[in-house]
């Protein structure tokens, strides 16, 4: 049963908002100190890669690499298995990763020397970081995962908005700067109110550019962008009657591979027959699509070659289709064509990765995550040296029933605007009052 503690003396309102800052940390600090290691070391996959595959990522260049059919004939041969993609760098002197399908349906990623043709080794989709990814996105989770990330996101919008109404100066408080010594419960406390302030636009950021990929958020978000007229270019009517989407071309997902607005758009369908491969990439290449790249092989007659360009910044998205049968252009869409709103969420996404400004996005990024770690860290030392022990040391519900119904109030907005939030709240509201009917039984 939450022990009540005592406090400093503060308004009704005060409280009301400790409280509910109290219980939110509870709980969702550690799925976000979770979020925050996943997504520092996401951040720095190529130097993660180069260190757990040395003798799989750099390659020696040598001329030109071979043509695009030998060098997907070569790792079907050595692995037996079904190439559905092709992942090209942009430098000479990095490997080419494939994506095989085997006869189970799993995939596996073969990392390939594109000069020799040579077989450097198979990993798991994607290899170690593929797996922080999905950790991160707790995609291996499925529906509930994705739920729950965006429960957490909300929490975490609403855990930076209550810590800087707590954090706001009141009775000769420091604003910024830490008092005592570490073991004494106020160094804590100013330590997490320092971090926070200085870090919270940064958390703020971070929360707000995931919500995105979630399911009832993310889906609502971009619907509401489409039918504004805000979003992704439609296909061709015509081209896109056939095929509803990417879920299952080349037999695997792959709208992981499209920026955000088209991962839902229509695939364009084309007409039966097959140029190959290289003719794909030489029509590519004159419709300006340059290295680093994706390739997504048809696996289906009238399934379109699909070359979309690996973002490094906001305006690289881009997707283009051509017709395997002819290789005409089915569509190429491009940033500029997109809407307002899908180039606010693109540039956010890729602000959110590290990726638009460069190394000090990236380093601005980890500050993020590191500042998520010391808000966990030292949010736990506090309420542990003030907690007395067997108790929950809960800050005490106040008196002024108008300022709880006013924080109430702003927080059940807060709900609307976030569903899975708002359903956590009130699932939390439901458990308090069940506490309280239980305590006064008792008494």
């Known amino acids: ?61 040598t001329g030109t690499p071979l043509a695009l059919e030998a060098i997907v004939d070569r790792v079907r041969q050595q692995t037996g298995d079904t190439v559905v993609e092709v992942d090209r760098p942009a ?36 290899g170690v970081l593929q797996t922080v990814r999905d950790l991160h996105s707790l995609i291996l989770t499925g529906p509930i995962g994705n739920a729950l990330i965006e429960a957490v996101a909300g929490w975490a919008i609403l855990l930076v908005a209550t810590g800087v109404y707590l954090w706001w100066p009141r009775g000769g408080s420091p604003a910024i700067g830490v008092r005592g010594k570490p073991r004494a419960r106020l160094f804590w406390r100013d330590l997490h109110a320092s971090v926070g302030i200085v870090a919270g636009a940064v958390v703020l950021f971070l929360a707000l550019t995931g919500l995105p990929w979630t399911g009832v958020w993310g889906s609502t978000v971009r619907g509401a962008i489409a039918s504004h007229g805000l979003g992704r270019p439609e296909p061709p009517q015509a081209a896109a009657v056939a095929m509803p989407g990417h879920g299952d071309h080349s037999g695997h997902d792959v709208a992981e591979t499209l920026p955000w607005s088209l991962q839902e758009m229509p695939m364009p369908h084309g007409s039966r027959g097959d140029i190959g491969l290289d003719r794909a990439a030489a029509l590519a290449e004159r419709h300006g699509m340059t290295a680093p790249w994706v390739l997504s092989l048809p696996a289906a007659p009238g399934e379109p070659y699909l070359f979309s360009k690996t973002i490094r910044s906001a305006g690289d998205g881009r997707a283009l289709y051509l017709d395997a049968g002819s290789g005409a252009v089915l569509q190429d869409a491009r940033f500029p064509q997109f809407g307002p709103g899908a180039q606010w969420v693109e540039w ?15 380093l601005l990024m980890l500050f993020g995550c590191i500042a998520i770690l010391l808000l966990s860290g030292s949010a736990a030392v506090m309420w542990w040296k003030r907690r007395p022990p067997g108790t929950l040391a809960a800050p005490p519900r106040h008196s002024d029933r108008r300022s709880a119904r006013v924080l109430l109030a702003m927080m059940l907005a807060g709900g609307v605007l976030f569903p899975l939030t708002g359903l956590t709240m009130l699932v939390a509201l439901a458990a308090e009052r069940l506490a309280i009917l239980a305590r006064k039984q008792r008494a």
């Open 348 to 362: 956010g996404i890729a602000t959110h990765k590290g990726e638009q400004y460069g190394e000090p996005n990236r």
């Open 1 to 61: 049963m939450p022990r009540l503690i005592p406090v400093p003396p503060r308004g009704g309102l005060y409280r009301a908002v400790w409280r509910w800052h109290f219980y939110a940390g509870l709980l969702v600090l550690p799925f976000l100190a979770w979020l925050a290691i996943t997504g520092g070391l996401y951040l720095y996959k190529p130097e993660l890669e180069r260190l757990i595959y040395p003798s799989l990522v750099a390659v020696e260049p």
């Open 91 to 126: 430098r000479a002197d990095r490997s080419w990763r494939l994506l095989v399908a085997r006869a189970d349906r799993t995939m596996r990623t073969a990392w390939v020397d594109p000069y020799r043709g040579t077989l450097l080794g198979v990993t798991r989709k994607g």
